[in-house]
């Protein structure tokens, strides 16, 4: 714990990460969740003289963080039946009931801090209104009684996190999926534009359930049917493992169908002549044969007494949504099309591959003639910063610039994006902390303009509109 420190909060919609200016990580990762009772715990409850009321284990109303999630995701402990989950932050809206929970928790139970002596530099999401905004500092200021106070945007974060003032961002987080511009260090709100559902992580993890669920390998399909305690947590882990983005989405389909359907069969007729059923579950990650590597095929032992999983097509069909929405139905995902066995530039099978409109590509080409039309934001066209859960598949990076290059080709307009332009992202396993390097990097800069409790007792809540 460094001291005298400025305090970091990025604010986000799974976690909340805290750490400490000046530092190159942050010092905790918060889950964005509450526990609280489902009716209240007074009802039909009479209390005796010397009688203490127990609420939830250990004198507590409600869990945070890390503790209601061991209460959520245990179905044995006595508290599973009788709270139920509550987010601060979800689906673009905000619970300042629940938000404020979390900070006390982090503020004074975590990191003990004495408030009324505490600088924080705290992100704002980008679908805050001007209300929630001015209802953040005003809770800041006269809720938790912090001297100095500053607010700013999650994308331009993000941005300086990268070493940029004039960028385009791509977030890609849990339950948001934005693009926003940044010019000379300012988030352009007129500019920022919500990419919808489809390309947040959380929709990845029920989209991996969804295709394992409905796999084209009918062991793997009959096991997860079978199998009712692959909860939310289990499926993302798997995602998070195994999903790649694949260059050529139709060629790795037709490179996967011979080996897997071989693959298939050896595995069951192993399963069947196995003696002891328990032996392989101590081998996690070993593939089904070596020469089935390098076509994507894994075998997951599941949190169950004998049960595994085979899938292939799922790992690259989880991200490929992003790229193309079409592939969001079961029965087109695992469909190797002749006419386009992948959306890279050239002819395969006698045909050319057009890039999807609807895809990632086609709509940040779309938000580029948007910001074409805004002189203001024109610099900010040729630097795109990539960041948030969503977009850290390996293979991601490489996938969005070839896509990028064949439809600015295809449609002709290379003026928008070419050799020139290029795209900006952090190793694939920090790209969650972009927005928090850069408020770790803003919030020790000399030039700080810090909302003080005297600027704020002058101009009130209206002091953001001053400066943003």
């Known amino acids: ?69 061991q209460v959520l995701s245990n179905p044995t402990s ?18 300042f009931d629940e938000l404020e929970k979390l900070w006390k928790y982090i503020l004074q139970d975590s990191l003990k801090l004495t408030l009324h002596d505490t600088t924080v530099l705290m992100n704002t999401p980008p679908y805050f209104s001007k209300s929630d905004r001015h209802r953040m500092l005003e809770m800041l200021k006269e809720q938790f009684d912090i001297p100095r106070v500053l607010l700013e945007r999650d994308a331009t974060l993000a941005a300086y996190g990268r070493g940029q003032t004039d960028a385009t961002v791509i977030s890609l987080g849990h339950s948001t999926a934005t693009l926003s511009a940044i010019s000379s260090g300012y988030n352009q709100d007129h500019l920022t534009v919500d990419l919808g ?30 199998v009712p305690t692959l909860d939310v947590t289990f499926m993302r882990r798997l995602k998070e493992s195994y999903a790649y983005v694949a260059t050529h989405y139709n060629q790795k389909l037709y490179d996967m169908e011979a080996p897997m359907a071989a693959a298939i069969r050896d595995r069951e007729s192993w399963l069947r002549r196995r003696r002891d059923p328990r032996t392989y579950l101590l081998c996690e990650r070993k593939p089904v044969d070596t020469k089935h590597v390098a076509i994507g095929i894994e075998v997951r032992s599941l949190p169950t007494d004998d049960s595994e999983l085979m899938f292939a097509v799922e790992r690259v069909g989880v991200p490929e949504v992003v790229f193309d929405p079409a592939r969001r139905d079961a029965a087109q995902c695992f469909k190797a099309e002749e006419g386009r066995p992948s959306y890279m530039p050239g ?10 409109h609807d895809g990632l590509p086609g709509k940040l080409m779309s938000f580029f003639e948007l910001m074409k039309k805004d002189s203001v934001a024109v610099p900010s066209i040729k630097t795109v910063v990539i960041t948030g859960g969503n977009v850290s598949y390996p293979g991601f990076i490489e996938r969005l610039s070839a ?33 928090w390097q850069g408020g770790s990097i803003v919030s020790t800069h000399p030039s700080v303009d810090w909302i003080t409790n005297e600027v704020y007792q002058e101009y009130g809540t209206d002091v953001l509109e001053r400066r943003y």
């Open 78 to 95: 006595d508290q599973y039946d009788h709270v139920s989950a509550k987010y601060p932050l979800k689906d673009q809206t905000v619970d």
């Open 1 to 69: 714990m460094v001291d005298g420190a400025p305090i970091v909060i990025d604010n986000g919609s799974y976690f909340t990460r805290v750490g400490f200016g000046g530092s190159p990580q942050p010092y905790l990762f918060v889950p964005s969740i509450t526990a609280h009772w489902k009716e209240s715990p007074l009802a039909n409850k009479t209390q005796t003289a010397g009688e203490e009321l127990i609420f939830l284990g250990k004198n507590k109303y409600y869990y945070v963080g890390e503790e209601a999630q």
């Open 403 to 435: 896509d990028l290059f064949a439809y600015s080709e295809e449609n002709n307009k290379t003026d928008l994006w070419n050799h020139s332009c290029k795209l900006l992202a952090s190793h694939r396993t920090c790209r969650t902390m972009d927005a």
């Open 197 to 226: 559902e489809t390309m947040t992580g959380e929709y990845a993890t029920q989209r991996m359930r969804y295709l394992l669920t409905n796999s084209s390998c009918a062991y793997t399909k009959r096991v997860v049917q079978s």
């Open 347 to 356: 002819k395969k099978y006698g045909k050319v591959c057009p890039i999807p």
